[in-house]
């Protein structure tokens, strides 16, 4: 599966049948970035969409220098469960 990466909109996404899953972002500060909510339509469940979200966000946040804060109860846990993915 393919992830973009919607700058513009602060996101990065997935196109599905039944929408995009998404993992929205923001700029806490210049070199923070915060990963606010994660939504996956129910096509994308139990199908590894919602952790390929999370690691392109990261993927990113390290290419670009950034730590990151994740505000959102998906990423959250997904970092609790995967500690050496922590950035920063």
Do not use: N
Not at 25 to 41: C, G, K, N
Not at 62 to 76: D, I, K
């Amino acid at each position: 599966m393919t992830v973009q990466h919607d700058h513009s909109h602060g996101r990065f996404f997935v196109p599905l049948d039944d929408g995009d899953a998404e993992l929205l972002y923001a700029s806490f500060s210049d070199d923070i970035l915060d990963l606010q909510h994660t939504e996956v339509p129910p096509s994308g469940k139990g199908h590894g969409v919602g952790d390929a979200l999370v690691r392109a966000a990261l993927q990113y946040a390290r290419e670009q220098g950034l730590r990151v804060v994740a505000t959102c109860p998906y990423v959250q846990a997904w970092l609790r469960r995967h500690p050496e993915e922590r950035t920063g």
